[in-house]
Each structure stands twice: as structure tokens, then as C-alpha cells.
């Protein structure tokens, strides 16, 4: 028997398909929802209550300290005690948001505390509201310099979605592996997985290098 062959490639193509398709759907919905939580813990981080304040850095900091896969299956099999029934893919999509939004909270609180004091000044000075100091003078400094670290953490969550086979999520990887299981042989279907994770991880390299360039350049911070 060959160590590769290429028959064996063409037939694990349908359970990689499908299985990319997965991968790449959780990783789109677990993201969008890392980056809108992640901006809301750090919003509340910098509350001038300092009770909500830390509060909140204790809850970032125990998502952060505890692993991805407990998180997964507390949610998944220990939820139900409770009365808590979720289902598998919600519940993955929803673990990987949260813990992600953990760590992207902390990057746009670096972003937030980069920004000039002199600008929080100017906004007091002109009496500008709450809102509008941070939705049109705050934000738009502090999110663009931090676009390449969200960007890592986006690629991080794409390689870390087959922690979702533990609640029978069939992503790209454990796809691989049932096709290795249904026919004895894993190194072509396993080699492909692993090939596709890189053209991935390499495209989303790409996009968020070139978001990153197009934001420094409309808001003129290069």
C-alpha cells in the first residue's frame, strides 16, 4: 500500500467541504460576537464606577484564566442540570464569542488608553455628551491601531473550532477524522485538513492586513 493516494483525497473532498463550511460559519458568527462583546466589557472597564469597573475585570479575567474546552462542555452538559438546555451549535458559537470577547476586550481597552489624554480634554472643553465623545472621537482612534490584534485573535477562534467536535459539532477536522475511520486511512484526508487550515488562516492574514492599512489611512494614523 502507497503512503498517499490520490483516490482517497478525491473522496474525503465531500466531508472536507462540508466541514469547512462549518468551520468557517463559527468562526464568522463566533467573531462578530467576540468583537460586539468584547467592546462592551471594555466600555464597562472604563466606567467611573469603580465597583462595575472591577467587577467586570474579574469576569474578563475568569473567562480568560479557565480553558475553551471547559467552558464548552460547562455550558453543554452541566447547563442541563440547571435547566439550561442549549443546543450544540448555539452553544458553540456562543463559547467561542465569549471567551474570545475576553481577550478582544483587553485590546480595545489598550487602544482606549492609548488614545491621547489631550482628546478626552478637548471633548470635555466642547461639551461634547458621552455618547458622542466616544462614538465619534474616542473609538475611531482607538479601534484602527488595534485591527492587527483582532485580527489575531480571529485567526486563533478559526483554529480553535475543532475544540466543537467535543459537543458533536462536525467541523472540518473531526470530518477528516470520520473519513479516516469510515476507510482506514487518515493521512490524506487529515494532510488536506491541515492544508486547508493554512490557505485559511493565510487568506484571513491578507484581509485583515489590508482592513488594518485602509483603516490607518481614513483616519490618517500612519
Same mark, same amino acid.
Given at each position: 500500500m502507497s503512503i498517499w493516494d490520490w483516490s482517497y483525497v478525491w473522496e474525503a473532498m465531500p466531508y472536507l467541504y462540508h466541514g469547512a463550511i462549518v468551520t468557517v460559519q463559527a468562526t464568522l458568527l463566533g467573531f462578530a460576537i467576540a468583537l460586539v462583546l468584547g467592546l462592551v466589557f471594555a466600555l464597562i472597564r472604563q466606567s467611573p464606577n469603580r465597583y462595575v469597573s472591577r467587577s467586570m475585570a474579574e469576569i474578563v479575567e475568569f473567562?480568560?484564566?479557565? /480553558?475553551?474546552?471547559?467552558?464548552?462542555?460547562?455550558? !453543554? &452538559?452541566? #447547563?442541563p442540570q440547571f435547566g439550561v438546555v442549549i443546543p450544540a451549535w448555539i452553544c458553540g458559537i456562543g463559547a467561542l464569542?465569549?471567551?474570545?470577547?475576553?481577550?478582544?476586550?483587553?485590546?480595545y481597552r489598550a487602544g482606549i488608553l492609548a488614545v491621547d489624554e489631550g482628546q478626552w480634554e478637548a471633548c470635555t472643553a466642547l461639551n461634547l455628551s458621552r455618547r458622542r465623545t466616544w462614538s465619534a472621537i474616542i473609538l475611531p482612534q482607538a479601534? /484602527?491601531?488595534?485591527?492587527?490584534?483582532?485580527?489575531? !485573535? &480571529?485567526? #486563533?477562534m478559526f483554529k480553535s473550532t475543532p475544540i466543537l467536535a467535543a459537543i458533536a459539532i462536525l467541523e472540518m477536522l473531526q470530518q477528516a477524522k470520520i473519513?479516516?475511520?469510515n476507510n482506514y486511512r487518515y493521512i490524506e484526508a487529515i494532510t488536506m485538513a491541515g492544508f486547508f487550515y493554512l490557505v485559511f488562516t493565510l487568506v484571513a492574514s491578507a484581509i485583515v492586513?489590508?482592513?488594518?492599512?485602509?483603516?490607518?489611512r481614513r483616519y490618517h494614523l500612519e
Open positions: 473567562i480568560r484564566s479557565t /480553558p475553551l474546552l471547559l467552558q464548552v462542555f460547562f455550558v !453543554y &452538559f452541566v #447547563g464569542g465569549l471567551h474570545y470577547a475576553a481577550y478582544c476586550s483587553e485590546v479601534i /484602527p491601531p488595534v485591527v492587527p490584534a483582532l485580527g489575531n !485573535y &480571529f485567526i #486563533g473519513f479516516g475511520g492586513q489590508s482592513v488594518s492599512v485602509w483603516l490607518n
